[in-house]
């Protein structure tokens, strides 16, 4: 049972790149988000999706789109890579969405 | 919108000291509270949840939490704390109303260093 999966686990962007974060989980679970950590500044909501082919906004989505085509997947896209954006990022899926998350082991992502 | 703080930023503690940390949230509603553990290069993992009845919730490693409605808290408890449990901790808040739709927030965490 592997849960939450996150790929890739690290990455070097330059500014301006661009890249996807893929999430997958196998549980089945409806409700699937996407966290930033930084420090001193706990976990922030980036986008979240209560279903497939649904997607929200969070606390801080500026610079990130997502998509969510199949249920076991969770995308989140950088078009244009910033400084700002060196980050860990963190997936999570729920089965209700009022239960305890389940969380992925992170992405830890510098832009140089 | 809702919010969670959690005063202290870091704790430092002595092995077999006891802990408490603290955790208050604003918002006026009926809520569901949890308690994260991220280990020193891990993943968060839940240590506990509170839904509803008994407000002292025992989770796992020996945690535990008190819910104090009219004070809006859910500190975290653990008698005697172990090396083992350096950490960082995040208390979070979810909303009943919404049911699924209205995620998680969480608190900025508090760093939990014990020393031998």
């Known amino acids: 049972n592997a849960g939450v999966t996150q790929t890739p686990k690290f990455r070097v962007l330059k500014t301006g790149q661009s890249m996807t974060l893929l999430c997958a989980q196998d549980?089945?679970?409806?409700?699937m988000y996407w966290y930033r950590q930084d420090p001193g500044m706990g976990l922030r909501l980036i986008h979240y999706s209560v279903g497939e082919g649904t997607t929200a906004k969070g606390e801080v989505p500026d610079g990130y789109n997502v998509s969510r085509l199949k249920k076991q997947n969770f995308l989140l896209g950088l078009e244009s890579a910033a400084p700002s954006q060196t980050s860990v990022y963190f997936c999570?899926?729920?089965?209700?969405?009022?239960?305890?998350?389940?969380f992925g082991s992170g992405t830890r992502l510098t832009v140089v | 919108a809702q919010s969670v703080s959690q005063h202290n930023h870091h704790v430092i503690l002595s092995e077999a000291a006891s802990l408490e940390l603290g955790c208050n949230y604003s918002?006026?509603?009926?809520?569901?509270l949890f308690w994260y553990v991220q280990y020193p290069g891990q993943h968060l993992q839940l240590l506990l949840k509170?839904?509803?009845?008994?407000?002292l919730v025992k989770g796992i490693k020996g945690f535990e939490a008190e819910f104090i409605k009219s004070k809006f808290s859910f500190n975290l408890r653990k008698p005697s704390v172990q090396w083992s449990d350096t950490a960082e901790y995040f208390c979070a808040v979810k909303p009943k109303v919404g049911s699924g739709n209205t995620p998680l927030v969480f608190g900025k965490g508090t760093r939990l260093s014990v020393i031998a």
């Open positions: 509170y839904f509803s009845g008994d407000p």
């Open positions: 549980m089945n679970h409806e409700y």
């Open positions: 999570a899926s729920s089965y209700t969405g009022t239960d305890g998350y389940t």
């Open positions: 918002y006026g509603g009926t809520v569901n």
